[in-house]
């Protein structure tokens, strides 16, 4: 026999809450090693005895054949002597609070779980907060690193003699699983009405009965309170609406199965897979236009008529599948599509507190399904569409966060990217790691600003990383920037806006250029002061080129503008709009005094901005003047594109981009709609979209004449119309570009913190030498 071995091994990665320890006891006591398996603030720490063979599988099978939950990184291993004591055990968690190891996201619910959970012979038969090592709560439930059940909100749940037994049992598939708990000793389901009186009986099926009434019902999630109704009666979604102060923005739908998602939707492979993956986003899907007209029903309740108020003329829904064991109770009592969408009144953050809840959804819900077990952490429901079959986010959060992206370059100092304004995130760097963190929403108020401040402490104290650099927008105004600005001990870092967009694409990507940049957005500060957003850069992570851009534009009023896309066309067309033109018709009491207020330059900021240019088209195709949530006005032109048109509007390019930017000349888009507008809006629409796929082709070439680059990449907020990314990107490749495109963090705001760290970083890297 040969003699035994005895190994010390570190393993990092996303190796905690995800059942590794339980892994690496059976897989020990299998190959019959002795030894122990522990965490600690930077991941798990093994050390295994016995023959050398079996150490040798044991090693191979840790790196390549972990749980299906773990993303182990790297695995390190050193030969140690001997000891000769038998046995294989979990030691005891060390180094509490100081960080370092890495967090897994919280995890949809298994199908052991979900076995046992419909099993009326199982002890936890219909518990709605059954889980396992393979399942449940993560992220939003932890205070502090390393993962251990004291350092969540499940510390004050004591285990009963059971649930101890089965987290003691490395038999058994909750060995050590940290939020185990069952009906005796776990947290406690309860429904309460308006005024906070419980409501008798079962929670899940009395709150069921509510939904049939169309009542508006609170329910208690993963990371946070979101407001459910039945999505097939009209009056009681426009009711939702009325009392969450949301006008027009689409809500998202929850759906029992795979098999109601298609009764509504086209379900492509790509989408089922993300429909029905651990993560369980909401997945955008292809509306069917049958939907309105069906009446297949489950207990009563129809799986198919989606009440018009859910998504105002969208030809695309908004799909979930039930993620925790309280949505899947609930959509076996009611089993017909609900609205399930943030619980927050219109531009707050997601309430997640118990108190502030109940206090400030109670003119809202009629009635709240609460629990006990607190959320530490609040978390939006992630939201993402397919693109080429790959994953576009829109928005990276529940299901994502905080799992960390693999960076292309090492950060030599740490880096807090402290993000922008709209559809904010912040991410924490160190080493080859980058932690963008969940969605924060729109910072422009204080409870935002303090989420955002409370959230990256926590991710330092969690991840062990103290930032040297912080890295904030140019923007002056932006709460970011100003904390950016205000925090001591730190070195700021300033990166222009849409230079992080590209080097958002650029890391996301595993790039560091240099690139072609095109960065469509909305607004950003510019260097110069102005604002900008319709721009072709050349780029790498340190720094940046303007190449060219839209003609720059008066936005008049300013911020108005944003708000009523149709001051933009008076930007554009000012006096020369016909009389009789509509969105002159429609706003003929401003019109003139607008359009003056852009010849002049009053109050009316000059941008190059892409967003603009799209809202001054939607104002006159669509007859979209005023908007009530941001990019509306967008999101609806790209809606009634024909798919098979292929005609484009011109539009000259105006300079070589040599000595100075060259320009596109926007209003020849603006003048071609107003041509053209007697061939319908379905067909303007999409010769819109594909004059702009054109001018960014040949923006493109222009600035590969000139440098010879050949890689492209499209970032900024206007990438997520897929009309136009889908014809932008053919006509760059048919052209030999290559093009990178966004996959793991979204092409919009919520993907500028990532950005703001690669550039921050790069700096830095290169200041050193």
């Known amino acids: 026999m040969s003699p035994s071995v005895r190994a010390e091994i570190r393993v990092d990665g996303v190796v905690q809450g995800v059942g590794f320890r339980p892994f690496v006891h059976r897989l020990a006591t299998r190959l019959g090693l002795c030894g122990v398996v522990g965490n600690d603030e930077h991941g798990v720490f093994i050390e295994v005895e016995g023959v050398p063979t079996a150490v040798t599988e044991f090693l191979e099978t840790v790196r390549h054949r972990p749980p299906p939950l773990a993303v182990v990184e790297r695995v390190t291993s050193r030969e140690v002597p001997v000891t000769g004591e038998p046995g294989f055990g979990i030691a005891p968690s060390t180094g509490a609070g100081r960080g370092r190891a890495l967090i897994s996201p919280d995890v949809a619910t298994c199908s052991d779980c979900l076995r046992e959970l419909e099993d009326p012979a199982d002890r936890r038969y219909r518990y709605p907060f059954i889980n396992c090592t393979a399942c449940g709560p993560r992220f939003t439930i932890v205070r502090a690193s390393p993962y251990d059940r004291a350092g969540t909100t499940m510390a004050a749940f004591a285990m009963c003699e059971e649930c101890s037994a089965e987290y003691h049992d490395p038999a058994s598939r909750r060995f050590h699983a940290q939020p185990l708990c069952c009906a005796r000793c776990g947290p406690r389901l309860r429904l309460v009405d308006g005024s906070l009186r419980e409501i008798p009986g079962d929670p899940v099926a009395a709150a069921a009965g509510l939904l049939r009434q169309g009542r508006l019902l609170a329910v208690k999630g993963i990371g946070g309170y979101h407001l459910a109704v039945r999505a097939d009666r009209q009056e009681a979604v426009t ?6 102060h949301r006008e027009d923005r689409p809500f998202a739908l929850m759906v029992p199965d795979l098999a109601a998602a298609r009764l509504i939707c086209d379900v492509d492979p790509d989408e089922e897979r993300l429909l029905t993956g651990r993560r369980r986003p909401i997945v955008l899907l292809r509306r069917r236009t049958s939907h309105a007209a069906a009446t297949d029903a489950r207990d009563g309740v129809p799986t198919r008529g989606i009440a018009e108020a859910v998504a105002p003329g969208a030809r695309s829904l908004g799909v979930m599948l039930p993620y925790s064991p309280l949505h899947h109770l609930l959509l076996r009592h009611f089993p017909g599509p609900i609205v399930l969408t943030s619980g927050n009144v219109s531009d707050e953050p997601i309430a997640y507190l118990d108190e502030t809840a109940l206090r400030r959804l109670s003119g809202i819900a009629d009635a709240f399904l609460t629990h006990d077990r607190p959320i530490h952490t609040r978390t939006d429901d992630s939201v993402v569409r397919v693109f080429r ?25 740490p880096v807090l990217g402290c993000g922008a304004e709209l559809k904010h995130t912040f991410c924490l760097a160190e080493g080859r790691r980058a932690f963008v963190s969940h969605h924060i929403g729109d910072l422009e108020n204080y409870e935002t600003l303090r989420s955002f401040v409370d959230g990256a402490g926590h991710f330092e104290r969690l991840f062990g990383i103290r930032p040297e650099l912080v890295a904030h927008d140019l923007h002056p105004e932006y709460l970011s920037t100003k904390y950016a600005l205000e925090r001591e001990g730190v070195e700021p870092v300033g990166v222009q806006h849409h230079h992080a967009h590209i080097a958002s694409c650029m890391a996301d990507n595993g790039q560091t250029g240099p690139v072609i940049g095109v960065a469509f957005d909305g607004l950003g500060y510019g260097t110069d002061g102005t604002l900008w957003g319709g721009e072709f850069l050349v780029a790498d992570l340190t720094g940046f080129e303007r190449a060219g851009h839209l003609e720059a534009v008066p936005m008049p009023g300013g911020a108005a503008a944003v708000r009523r896309p149709w001051r933009m066309a008076a930007a554009y067309l000012g006096a020369k709009a016909p009389e009789t033109l509509g969105v002159r018709r429609r706003n003929a009491g401003q019109w003139d005094a607008v359009a003056a207020m852009a010849e002049r330059g009053v109050n009316a900021p000059p941008t190059s901005s892409a967003g603009r240019l799209f809202d001054a088209v939607a104002a006159l195709v669509t007859g979209r003047d005023t908007v009530t949530y941001e990019g509306q006005a967008a999101i609806e032109l790209e809606q009634v594109a024909e798919p098979g048109e292929r005609g484009a509007y011109p539009c000259r390019i105006l300079g070589d981009g040599g000595t100075r930017p060259f320009t596109v000349a926007g209003l020849d888009l603006v003048e071609a709609v107003l041509a053209d507008a007697g061939a319908g809006a379905a067909v303007v ?20 004449e000139r440098t010879g680059l050949s890689t492209v990449a499209l970032s900024g ?53």
Do not use: M, W
Not at 239 to 244: D, M, Q
Not at 390 to 407: K, N, T
Not at 744 to 754: A, C, F, K, Q
């Open 717 to 769: 907020g206007v990438f997520q119309n897929l009309f136009l990314l889908e014809r932008a990107t053919g006509l760059l490749e048919k052209g030999g570009f290559t093009v990178l495109l966004h996959s793991r963090v979204p092409p919009n705001d919520g993907g500028i913190s990532l950005g703001q760290v690669a550039v921050a970083a790069a700096r830095q890297a290169a200041q050193a030498g």
């Open 685 to 704: 629409s999409a010769r819109f979209h594909n004059g702009v796929a054109r001018l960014i082709a040949e923006g493109c070439l222009r600035v590969r």
């Open 239 to 244: 009711a939702l609406r009325a009392r969450k």
């Open 389 to 413: 079959g790959r994953e576009l986010p829109v928005r990276r959060s529940r299901g994502y966060a905080p799992a960390p992206l693999p960076l292309a370059a090492e950060v030599r100092r």
